[in-house]
């Protein structure tokens, strides 16, 4: 039997958990001091813990819930602890996640979630998953940094916020999690949030019943259900609606969710990342953004920086887009180090496949790349260069925005930001 240290001051907690983890064939050792937590600590085997973040009341040392984790987690740094936490708390176990803890759980806990959670992190190492080699490129030390966090987080199932500007390689970080995870066999299933109608998107999430609005013609199923056992990946997570905010928290919470046009509930078990080059913080306080939703989407935030700020991984990318039977020259490979990249890895991407086009043998030179480049030096700022590129296409914004390797949204985000406009 799995042997689970819980740790609460409240007995009635103790009681409650005591009685359902004992039905599911569990071990309970329960605490209601730190004096009795650690003992059991020292002079036990633990599998997992439980512990409640308001854990400083009654006969306790005073320690508060954040001290006292600290405490544990140095004590058994290998025994993953779960913290059972009421809202005004979120925010403190958000950060013990990212310090360690596996998991937290709103209170009033969800009996099912519960069960499920500790499950997932008692079960049997005996054949642990043989790790898959990333596909990320890169070379900088804030890229190692950060993949070796995300490929950390991977084999929990805690939910991801991925943040940084548009072309970075979120969703390239994304599929790393995925693949380094338990679900890699499973489906990963993509959600553009930002190419979805907004009258649309609670639908195409969650799916609808035939006659549920104009144009549902038959009953269809949502991403959410396609990536049932796997994991989906919500890009530009800002734009989904509060009335999809609040179904979305659900599914966070309790895995449940119904169709559009029905009451029928569907159970699903779906790992969660997310990503965002908005500012969900200034969202929030406009009431565009439900703040236990974001607390609970970005229980580990990975930020992707520019591409403009990793120099390091440039050309290491830029020889990956043109292939093995291909080199840059290297007063190509100096044009290439000075330019901005207000696109980012996607401008670097097409870039470097707009360059093979114009190379006759095989070493790409300066004029090979598109003139924006050629011409880049001493380097421009993003809103010298948004203009530049505008202006030679005459400000048809797809094919502006196909030469920066940006989204049509994008740039007209872009656009707006800088104020910039055409002439007459």
């Known amino acids: 039997m799995k042997r689970v240290l819980v740790i609460d001051d409240n007995p009635d907690i103790l009681d409650a958990l005591d009685l359902l983890l004992s039905l599911h064939d569990y071990h309970v050792i329960s605490a209601a001091t730190v004096k ?17 973040m308001n854990f400083s009341q009654g006969t306790t040392s005073g320690l508060e819930g954040k001290e006292l984790f600290y405490q544990i987690h140095q004590l058994a740094p290998k025994v993953p602890v779960i913290i059972i936490t009421a809202w005004g708390q979120v925010e403190t176990a958000v950060e013990l996640v ?15 979630k519960l069960l499920e959670t500790i499950a997932s992190y008692t079960k049997s190492s005996a054949s642990p998953k043989s790790t898959v080699k990333s596909t990320l490129i890169y ?19 805690i939910s991801v916020l991925i943040t940084g500007a548009n072309g970075c390689g979120k969703e390239k970080l994304a ?9 890699a066999n499973q489906a990963f299933v993509k959600v553009n949030m930002g190419a979805l109608p907004s009258d649309l998107m609670e639908a195409e999430l969650f799916g609808a019943e035939k006659g549920a609005f104009t144009g ?12 049932n056992g796997g994991t989906i990946f919500l890009d530009e997570i800002g734009n989904l609606s509060l009335a999809g905010q609040m179904k979305l928290l659900r599914v966070l919470q309790t895995g449940e969710f119904e169709r559009v046009g029905s009451s029928q509930t569907i159970q699903v078990d779906v790992r969660i990342i997310s990503a965002t080059n908005a500012d969900l913080k200034l969202a929030i306080s406009k009431g565009e953004f439900r703040e236990d939703l974001y607390y609970r989407l970005n229980m580990i935030e990975l930020t992707l920086l520019p591409l403009a700020k990793r120099v390091d991984d440039i050309l290491p990318l830029a020889n990956h ?6 080199q840059i020259s290297a007063a190509a490979q100096q044009m290439l180090l000075k330019h901005p990249w207000p696109g980012n890895v996607r401008e670097l991407e097409n870039m470097c496949k707009r360059a093979l086009v114009f190379c006759s043998d095989n070493t790409l030179l300066p004029e090979h790349f598109i003139t924006d480049i050629a011409q ?11 203009k530049e590129v505008l202006e030679r296409h005459d400000w048809v ?23 910039l406009t055409p002439k007459d």
Do not use: C
Request: proline share 3%.
């Open 36 to 52: 009795d937590a650690l003992f059991a600590l020292n002079h036990q085997a633990i599998d997992l813990i439980i512990q409640d």
């Open 175 to 183: 599929d790393h999690i995925h693949q380094q995870s338990n679900r």
């Open 139 to 157: 070379k900088s030390n804030a890229m190692n940094q950060l993949v070796a966090m995300a490929t950390k987080v991977a084999s929990s199932d």
């Open 321 to 326: 887009f043109i292939g093995n039977d291909y």
């Open 98 to 112: 990212k310090a360690g803890a596996v998991d937290y759980l709103p209170k009033p806990w969800d009996d099912n």
């Open 376 to 386: 880049t030096a001493p380097v421009q700022d993003e809103a010298s260069q948004l």
């Open 216 to 227: 549902a013609t038959s009953a269809r199923q949502g991403r959410f259900e396609t990536a």
């Open 397 to 419: 914004i797809s094919r502006a925005a196909n030469e920066l390797g940006l989204s049509r949204q994008a740039l007209y985000r872009r656009i707006e930001k800088h104020q």
